[in-house]
C-alpha cells in the first residue's frame, strides 16, 4: 500500500471497485454529497447504478477536499465554458474561489464510472478519464463506421476478438480526450484520430491505456507536460467510510501504456 504527496504535480489515476450489496464496504458516508447528488442516485433506475453512482461522487469530493484542505461536503462544483458555443456546460471543475486556494495542488478532475468501476483523474493540467466495459461484436459493428476513417480501418484488418479489445481502448482514449477538451459526444466521432500511431493524436494532448482488468478498458487523457507525470491505484474502499481521514491510500496499478505500445498486445 503507498499513498501520494497531497502537493504533487502530474496527474494521478483511482480505480475504484464497486462493493457486493451488503457488505461493510458499502457502509460509506453519503453525508458528503450535495442535494442534487442524493437526488440523483436516488432516482437511477436500477439500484446498482445508484449505489455506483454515489460511490463515484464521494470518492471524488474526498480526494479533491483531501488535496484542498476542505470538508469534502463544502466542495463546490462549476461548469467551464463549452469550448463550442460558450455556454456554461462545459468540463466540470472546481469552484475558482475554492481552487485558487490550492497552491499548485491539481485540482482538475475527470470522472467515469459504469460497470461496477469507478475511474477518477485528478491533475495539474485539464484531464479526461474513462472507463468501459468491454465491447460486445454488435456495438463494434454499430459504432465503428462512425469513427475517424483511419481508425476504421485499422479496425477492419482485426480479426473479431482483436476487434472488440482495440475497439474498447480506443472508444475509452476517444471519450477521455473529448471530456478532456470540454466537448463531450457532442464533438463528432470522426473528428480527431485516436487509433494505434500516438504520434497522430490531437496535438498538446497525451492519451493512454490504462489496465483495469479483464473484463474493462480505460484510457486517460491529459493537455500538454504539466499532467505527467501519471500514477495508478486503487482505491481503499476503507478510505471513503472512514471518518478521520489521512491521506489515500491503495495498490499501485500497472502504468498507464502508450496506444503505439499497447497495439502490440491487441
Avoid: N
Amino acid at each position: 500500500m503507498s499513498a501520494p504527496d497531497r502537493a504533487a504535480g502530474g496527474t494521478e489515476l483511482w480505480l475504484v471497485r464497486q462493493p457486493s450489496t451488503g457488505t461493510a464496504a458499502d457502509d460509506f458516508d453519503r453525508t458528503v454529497l450535495d442535494d442534487a447528488e442524493r437526488d440523483r442516485a436516488g432516482t437511477c433506475r436500477r439500484s446498482e447504478g445508484g449505489r455506483l453512482y454515489a460511490l463515484a461522487h464521494i470518492a471524488l469530493r474526498r480526494l479533491l477536499g483531501h488535496r484542498l484542505g476542505l470538508p469534502a461536503a463544502e466542495i463546490l462544483f462549476v461548469r467551464e465554458p463549452c469550448p463550442g458555443c460558450g455556454e456554461p456546460h462545459g468540463r466540470p471543475a472546481v469552484h475558482p474561489d475554492q481552487a485558487g486556494r490550492a497552491g499548485g495542488v491539481p485540482t482538475h478532475f475527470s470522472l467515469s464510472h459504469g460497470s461496477g468501476l469507478v475511474l477518477l483523474g485528478l491533475s495539474s493540467a485539464p484531464v479526461g478519464v474513462d472507463v468501459e466495459q468491454l465491447p460486445g461484436a454488435e456495438t463494434v459493428q454499430i459504432c465503428a463506421p462512425a469513427l475517424h476513417p483511419d481508425e476504421y480501418t485499422e479496425l477492419t484488418a482485426l480479426d473479431d476478438t482483436e476487434r472488440r479489445h482495440a475497439f474498447g481502448r480506443l472508444w475509452t482514449r476517444k471519450e477521455a480526450y473529448l471530456k478532456g477538451i470540454g466537448t463531450g459526444l457532442s464533438r463528432g466521432l470522426s473528428a480527431d484520430y485516436l487509433g494505434t500511431d500516438a504520434a497522430r493524436h490531437p496535438e498538446g494532448w497525451a492519451v493512454r491505456d490504462l489496465h483495469c482488468d479483464p473484463g474493462h478498458v480505460a484510457a486517460v487523457a491529459w493537455r500538454g507536460t504539466a499532467g505527467g507525470p501519471v500514477t495508478a491505484r486503487s482505491l481503499a474502499l476503507r478510505w471513503l467510510s472512514e471518518q478521520e481521514l489521512g491521506a489515500p491510500h491503495g495498490a499501485l496499478l500497472p502504468p498507464p501504456a502508450s496506444s503505439r505500445r499497447e497495439a502490440t498486445h491487441a
